[in-house]
């Protein structure tokens, strides 16, 4: 049996247990929020499932891009709703952190 590329895929910035992307989307997508697995955070995890993606190529089966593809999306919701509760005023750039002139 040929190796797979995924055995060789090494990352600096994510550790992805082995035959987690076999799995169902909210399972990865939980596992792959995780600090162990993506310390620096979701972005890392979201980068982490379209490479995987993109890796894969023709080779993967529809059923399995569209599980992917879904656990994509739910860790992008869950960025956005983590973006969402910083307050405006943490936010660089917005007028309540700039200093006052006067």
């Known amino acids: 049996m040929a190796r797979r590329w995924t055995i060789r895929t090494e990352t600096a910035s994510t550790f992805p247990p082995p035959g987690l992307f076999v799995k169902d989307a909210e399972t990865i997508a939980r596992v792959m929020a995780t600090k162990k697995v993506s310390p620096k955070g979701l972005g890392s995890a979201i980068r982490m499932v379209q490479y995987f993606l993109n890796r894969a190529g023709t080779n993967l089966p529809a059923r399995r891009r569209r599980e992917l593809e879904r656990a994509k999306r739910l860790l992008q919701a869950k960025r956005a709703q983590s973006q969402r509760r910083v307050s ?8 309540e952190s700039a200093p006052r002139s006067g």
Do not use: E, I, L, N
Request: hydrophobic share 10%.
């Open 88 to 95: 405006p005023s943490a936010r660089p750039g917005s007028r």
